[in-house]
């Protein structure tokens, strides 16, 4: 998982750009290997939300984009450095908190239009396996869960690095991002432009900008 790193550092100092610390080892077959300190981030982690950012953007009226978050989310991670492909991540969204900085846009998207929270207040991602892709690069695929709806979905995640601040908190942090059909799960809500075209764009793209913390 993309959040862990092949490094550690002692304090809070700027991490090296993903993949220019060192190139990754190959096996005989010509497969990428994990650095072996990757043994020590092994255990359970949770999302650092006030430094976290469960985002998304979507173009509006196909001449600009449109950028929100979901503030209000639960997070349990759990990696495995010597085994990744038994790592895991379950994240709960309660939609009622999405915020993309206009309150009627936001009225709007909690409302039957979109995400309907009455009857849906929690949209999901669940993992279902993780790969190793190289150097600094994961891929999570796992089930998203909207309007009770579920569908696979991957994510490419990339580690940024690893501290311990100052608090003496063992930070991770990633960047994870995936581009999805809204209309897979149900979020259909459009209006034609004139001059041909939608109001909004079907293709919404999420981002996920993590600073995780080990569990206590």
């Known amino acids: 998982m993309g959040i862990f790193s092949r490094r550690q550092t002692a304090t809070a100092e700027p991490a090296t750009a993903a993949g220019q610390d060192r190139p990754a080892t190959r096996s005989a077959t010509g497969t990428a290997t994990l650095d072996p ?7 359970h982690w949770t999302i650092d939300r006030p430094h976290s950012r469960i985002g998304f953007s979507v173009r509006h009226a196909m001449v600009t984009t449109v950028r ?3 503030t209000d989310y639960d997070s349990t991670l759990y990696f495995d450095g010597a085994r ?6 379950e994240i709960v969204i309660r939609v009622a908190g999405v915020d993309t900085g206009v309150e009627q846009r936001d009225a709007h998207l909690v409302g039957k239009d979109f995400f309907d929270v009455r ?3 929690e949209m999901t991602f669940r993992s279902t396996s ?4 190289g150097a600094e690069s994961f891929r999570m695929t796992g089930e998203l869960t909207i309007r009770d709806t579920t569908r696979p979905v991957e994510l490419q995640l990339d580690y ?3 501290v311990v601040d100052p608090f003496g908190y063992e930070r991770a ?6 581009t999805i059909d809204r209309r897979d799960w149900g979020l259909v809500y459009n209006q034609r432009l004139e001059a041909g075209g939608s109001m909004v764009s079907e293709k919404v793209r999420l981002q996920f900008d993590i600073s995780a913390i080990r569990a206590s």
């Open 37 to 43: 300190a990757l043994r020590a981030l092994t255990g």
């Open 68 to 70: 929100g978050a979901f």
């Open 84 to 89: 990744p492909s038994e790592s895991r991540a």
């Open 119 to 121: 009857r849906y207040p």
């Open 130 to 133: 993780t790969t190793h892709e």
């Open 160 to 162: 940024l690095g690893s």
């Open 173 to 178: 942090g990633f960047d994870g991002t995936t």
